[in-house]
């Protein structure tokens, strides 16, 4: 079934993950073997990298690494930045400036390259990013905005889709909010994506699209799930998902990533002696 695909992308959050957060024994033995027989296993996901690292600490992929939904780009999951998309100080200081207006906003967090701000040290911060980001974020006022920032998130205390909607108008065309269940709100440059980022890489290793696969399951997958030559979603995943997806795979917790790799790579595991 592999009809000549030579890269996988791979979500992790309701894909690649079990709903318990881990990455199971036979879904590490696929992705290492087709990573180091070369079919770049590319992690594609809304976390930051130090999440990422934490949950790939015992496995062995050394292709890209797109982070935050497409803002940042990895050499590898311990490698540096190959590329990203930052606000700019004068967007930035747009941005900031808005917020001001919205007494319902509780703290601002900022994604910097290698460190993360946030308006206000607090319980939540600790308890959110700190306990498994391992570094402490660094306090901004807007009155200095830090440098090469590339995604915010917003904790309201109040009115959160008030809010959201809000300031996709206010800043149309420069930003864009996510609303999720998650009680922050997120936001990143208009044009940023999953999508837009698989092709970067696609473009660094000199393939097309039609021979990428990529896995997903959520609203951020789905430029990702449109642009791919073979495009999956996960059983568990969201109506609009599976509407752009090419096949629907078990679910994570069936490891439905590591069923689908087996059946489109056999060829190549029969040939590299996958066992």
């Not at 791919?228 to 994570?252: C, Q, T, W």
């Amino acid at each position: 079934m592999s009809q000549g695909y030579k890269m996988v992308l791979i979500d992790l959050d309701g894909t690649t993950l079990t709903d318990d957060k881990r990455i199971t024994a036979r879904t590490q033995k696929i992705l290492e073997h087709l990573d180091a027989h070369g079919i770049p296993v590319v992690i594609a996901t809304g976390r930051a990298i130090y999440s990422i690292r934490d949950l790939f600490r015992h496995i062995s992929l050394r292709s890209p690494v797109i982070a935050l939904n497409g803002s940042i780009i990895y050499k590898g999951v311990r490698g540096n930045v190959w590329e990203y998309e930052e606000f700019g100080n004068e967007l930035l200081t747009e941005i900031l400036d808005t917020l001001k207006k919205r007494t319902e906003i509780e703290n601002i967090l900022l994604e910097g390259i290698g460190e993360y701000y946030v308006k206000k040290y607090d319980q939540e911060i600790e308890e959110t990013f700190v306990h498994y980001r391992h570094t402490l974020p660094i306090e901004f006022h807007s009155e200095k905005v830090p440098e090469s920032v590339t995604n915010l998130l917003i904790l309201p205390r109040e009115k959160k889709d008030e809010i959201h909607d809000w300031l996709n108008e206010r800043l149309a065309g420069k930003i864009k909010m996510i609303k999720t269940s998650w009680h922050w709100l997120e936001g990143m440059r208009e044009y940023v994506n999953k999508g837009s980022a698989m092709k970067k890489v696609a473009d660094l290793y000199r393939i097309p699209l039609h021979q990428v696969v990529a896995f997903g399951d959520e609203w951020n997958d789905l430029e990702m799930l449109e642009e791919a030559g073979l495009s999956i979603a996960m059983e568990n995943g969201s109506e609009e998902a599976k509407a752009r997806a090419d096949l629907i795979a078990p679910s994570n917790d069936r490891e439905g990533v590591a069923v689908m790799l087996e059946e489109i790579f056999a060829d190549l595991l029969v040939e590299t002696k996958y066992a």
